[in-house]
């Protein structure tokens, strides 16, 4: 399944909670659209280290 970046990172951003760990908010983003944790996690750090 192809999902776009803009929504992997945006799914991500909704998942916030404090002292909620990062792996916990891939895993829900990744089981929410559908597609492995290790790609969010690779997307969400490609767009942190851009900044």
Not at 7 to 22: F, S
Request: hydrophobic share 45%; glycine share 6%.
């Amino acid at each position: 399944m192809i999902v776009a970046k803009h929504r992997i990172l945006q799914a991500y951003a909704v998942t916030y909670a404090p002292g909620k760990a990062n792996a916990a908010r891939c895993r829900e983003v990744a089981e929410k659209l559908g597609i492995d944790a290790e790609t969010v996690a690779q997307i969400v750090n490609e767009t942190v280290g851009e900044q």
